[in-house]
């Protein structure tokens, strides 16, 4: 059996590793949790900011018996005394360190050091390009709701451009049959995402109705210099607020990957609607790390 080596997006797992990594999801949540990642060494390297993935990753990784270090990027003698990342990543793995889990405000980078790495690479978001785990517990989380996804309709609204989650959710729904629009101004959705299928609309308002799913993202600030749309503009037509809330369908539920931004994206009404699904989301996110590591160190 060959072992898949690495995860930098969603394209890395066959149907057959997607299935397994959710079968094994719902094995761990149902308490069947063995270690078998004992005596394996783990490192986190996360350049970026994370709460969520950074502590989940964390608690994914001790659940299975596995080593941990945190390896933070200004102790790393890459950020103070010029050591190439290559070098880096044959100095990680000479010390027996299996799986590197990399954050990076960077697009591109853990696939570079995936490939000077000898061990597996886990993608937790690199800048705007991908975030294949969180797609992973979004469409877990989708899955418990409604089952098969065929023929269901998801709604990613607003900072598309910038979104490593929406552009991981995007590929990985279109591979189960999920019908696609997105939403937002101009500046955060460029006429090019309109392809595959995939329907691009500016008006909230107009696909209210019609979504089973609605997946809010935060504006990346971090990620461009001016702000290209008001403020008081962009919270008038995108944020969710009660009053669109009555207007989705019956059932629909409304995702974010957090963090989320109160009074922009979301009012306070949205964490009170009872389709609102976030806390599931991070609570899935565990045990789809787990997953994941498990099914790339010791296979399907
Ligand atoms: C996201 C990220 O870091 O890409 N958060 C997450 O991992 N759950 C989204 C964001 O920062 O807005």
Same mark, same amino acid.
């Given at each position: 059996?060959? +072992?898949?080596?690495?995860? +930098? /997006?969603?394209?890395?797992?066959?149907? #057959?590793?997607?299935?397994?990594?959710?079968?094994?999801?719902?094995?761990?949540?149902? !308490?069947?949790?063995?270690?078998?990642?004992?005596?394996?060494?783990?490192?986190?390297?996360?350049?970026?900011?994370?709460?969520?993935?950074?502590?989940?990753? %964390?608690?994914?990784?001790?659940?299975?018996?596995?080593?941990?270090?945190?390896?933070?990027?200004?102790?790393?003698?890459?950020?103070?005394? #010029?050591?190439?990342?290559?070098?880096?990543?044959?100095?990680? @793995?000479?010390?027996?360190?299996?799986?590197?889990?990399?954050?990076?405000?960077? @697009?591109?980078?853990?696939?570079?050091?995936?490939?000077?790495?000898?061990?597996?690479? +886990?993608?937790?978001?690199?800048?705007? %390009?991908?975030?294949?785990?969180?797609?992973?517990?979004?469409?877990?989380?989708?899955?418990?709701?409604?089952?098969?996804?065929?023929?269901? @309709?998801?709604?990613?609204? !607003?900072?598309?451009?910038?979104?490593?989650?929406?552009?991981?959710? +995007?590929? !990985?729904?279109?591979?189960? #049959?999920?019908?696609?629009?997105?939403?937002?101004?101009?500046?955060?959705?460029?006429?090019?995402?309109?392809?595959?299928?995939?329907?691009?609309?500016?008006?909230?308002?107009?696909?209210? !109705?019609?979504? /089973?799913?609605?997946?809010?993202?935060?504006?990346?600030?971090?990620?461009?210099?001016?702000?290209?749309? /008001?403020?008081?503009?962009?919270?008038?037509?995108?944020?969710?607020?009660?009053?669109?809330?009555?207007?989705?369908? @019956?059932?629909?539920?409304?995702?974010?990957?957090?963090?989320? %931004?109160?009074?922009?994206?979301?009012?306070?009404?949205?964490?009170?609607?009872?389709?609102?699904?976030?806390?599931?989301?991070?609570?899935?996110?565990?045990?789809?790390?787990?997953?994941?590591?498990?099914?790339?160190? %010791?296979?399907?």
């Amino acid at each position: 059996m060959q +072992i898949r080596r690495s995860l +930098i /997006d969603l394209d890395d797992l066959s149907t #057959g590793e997607l299935d397994a990594v959710f079968e094994r999801t719902a094995a761990f949540e149902a !308490g069947k949790v063995r270690p078998t990642l004992a005596g394996f060494a783990c490192a986190n390297m996360f350049f970026e900011p994370s709460t969520r993935t950074f502590a989940s990753f %964390n608690l994914a990784e001790l659940r299975l018996g596995a080593h941990v270090i945190n390896l933070a990027p200004k102790d790393l003698s890459l950020a103070t005394k #010029g050591e190439s990342l290559e070098d880096t990543a044959i100095t990680l @793995s000479a010390m027996g360190i299996g799986a590197l889990v990399v954050r990076h405000a960077e @697009s591109g980078f853990p696939a570079r050091i995936a490939r000077a790495f000898d061990g597996h690479v +886990i993608n937790a978001g690199d800048g705007s %390009n991908a975030h294949p785990t969180q797609a992973l517990l979004d469409i877990y989380t989708m899955r418990e709701e409604f089952g098969d996804l065929r023929g269901r @309709s998801v709604a990613i609204v !607003g900072d598309i451009v910038h979104s490593r989650v929406a552009h991981s959710a +995007i590929h !990985g729904l279109q591979r189960l #049959g999920v019908a696609i629009v997105l939403v937002g101004p101009p500046a955060f959705l460029p006429e090019r995402y309109a392809h595959d299928g995939i329907r691009i609309e500016r008006d909230f308002d107009a696909v209210l !109705g019609e979504c /089973d799913a609605v997946m809010l993202l935060r504006i990346q600030r971090e990620r461009f210099a001016d702000m290209p749309i /008001d403020d008081r503009e962009y919270v008038a037509r995108y944020r969710l607020d009660d009053a669109r809330l009555r207007r989705l369908r @019956s059932g629909a539920i409304v995702m974010h990957p957090g963090p989320y %931004n109160r009074g922009m994206e979301l009012d306070a009404s949205v964490l009170e609607y009872i389709g609102w699904r976030y806390a599931r989301q991070v609570h899935h996110g565990v045990a789809v790390r787990m997953a994941v590591l498990d099914v790339l160190v %010791n296979g399907c």
